[in-house]
């Protein structure tokens, strides 16, 4: 009988230890309420924080009842700030963040020995990992139309195999030796037009991950490069489309939100 009453009396004061209030939710664009990845979420009174995911997510834990701030930030974005109050440790808020472009003006910015040695020392930062967004893309010259491929071509330690083709020599491995994703999904054929163009459309892309060494083995298969492409999610606040038309290609993008009773979303058609 002690002995049971013991091990209730312990595992109730376990359980009631372990619970704690969350507050979490999604950061999406303003403007066309798509997820923003990497936007930091930090609640200020203790001095909590994370990093929204892939999805736009985010969750911070709150140990104790009281009123907070929730800051959420990112460079050229207005940053936002929203109190809320926790009145019991087994709360769940549910708070979504939408953020806006803004124009920054930068300070002068002071780059010191120590301040580059623990930027090195640092386990959040990748090597050899480049990422380009969907303007940089756009911003590239190209022949004819915008293209992934050669705007990579761009990129440090990446060279083509000739000015007709789209093919990637990167840090002296093969096309065949580079591992191409979109969406996390293998693309074994990532050319078209007879290898000029890659099959991307670039209206479509949200952003370009190459990771040129020292990827995770989740990548293993191939010996030189991560070529890691993301799809854009479509507008989810109003229609709209694009088409492109060459005298040696075409493509069109349709993205718009979709409501199906309680069910919200967005679809985007791409076609190249």
């Not at 090597?127 to 705007?151: C, L, P």
């Amino acid at each position: 009988m002690i002995t049971k009453i013991g091990f209730s009396f312990l595992f109730s004061c376990l359980v009631s230890i372990g619970t704690a209030a969350t507050i979490s939710g999604f950061v999406t664009h303003k403007e066309s309420s798509e997820p923003m990845e990497y936007v930091n979420v930090q609640v200020t009174e203790i001095q909590a924080g994370t990093q929204s995911n892939k999805k736009g997510y985010y969750v911070i834990t709150i140990p104790k009842e009281g009123t907070y701030t929730l800051r959420a930030s990112m460079i050229s974005y207005t940053t936002l700030t929203h109190t809320f109050e926790i009145k019991s440790t087994d709360e769940n808020i549910q708070y979504n963040i939408p953020l806006d472009k803004a124009a920054v003006e930068m300070a002068k910015t002071v780059v010191t020995a120590k301040a580059e040695e623990d930027e090195v020392n640092s386990p959040t930062i990748h090597v050899g990992t480049i990422r380009q967004t969907t303007e940089d893309i756009q911003n590239t010259v190209s022949v004819a139309e915008a293209d992934v491929f050669r705007s990579v071509m761009t990129l440090p330690g990446v060279t083509p195999i000739s000015d007709f083709s789209s093919g990637l020599y990167i840090r002296g491995g093969s096309p065949d030796q580079n591992l191409i994703l979109l969406d996390d999904i293998d693309v074994y054929n990532p050319n078209h037009f007879g290898g000029i163009f890659s099959t991307f459309n670039a209206d479509a892309v949200d952003k370009v991950e190459l990771l040129k060494g020292g990827y995770p083995a989740k990548y293993g298969g191939r010996l030189s490069s991560v070529l890691d492409v993301t799809n854009r999610q479509g507008n989810r606040n109003f229609s709209q489309g694009v088409a492109r038309l060459s005298l040696i290609s075409s493509n069109a993008t349709l993205e718009g939100p979709w409501n199906l009773g309680d069910e919200k979303g967005s679809y985007m058609c791409s076609l190249i």
